[in-house]
């Protein structure tokens, strides 16, 4: 069994920037990758951003080049610095690890005011 505590999150004006963290307990040896998804609402969850155990990370086109994913595995934590936020950001981002067993994290709201 993982364990995610997300922070960070909040509301901004366009153009702004934020900062989430998530930080993985419990079983993490099973831990491959850990990244974010988010949902706006009325849509669906898609992916934002992973990085692997490796370092290699993976970002979804919208969010390339505005977004950075970072990882210490000593802690155990991912973290997601948002730049350029745009309104079409706004949603819950939740934290996700992949594994043998993928786990989910409560989420956060992010709000992007225009």
């Known amino acids: 069994q993982v364990q995610l505590v997300e922070s960070g999150g909040g509301l901004v004006e366009a153009g702004g920037s934020l900062s989430l963290s998530c930080t993985a307990s419990?079983?993490?040896?099973?831990?491959?990758?850990m990244g974010w998804y988010r949902q706006a609402p009325g849509k669906q969850r898609e992916f934002v951003a992973n990085i692997n155990s490796g370092g290699f990370r993976i970002y979804a086109d919208s969010v390339k080049c505005r977004f950075t994913i970072s990882r210490n595995n000593a802690k155990n934590t991912v973290y997601l610095q948002m730049n350029s936020l745009k309104p079409e950001d706004t949603a819950v981002y939740h934290c996700k690890t992949w594994g043998p067993i993928d786990y989910w994290g409560q989420g956060t709201q992010v709000t992007v005011s225009s």
């Open positions: 419990g079983c993490i040896f099973s831990i491959n990758a």
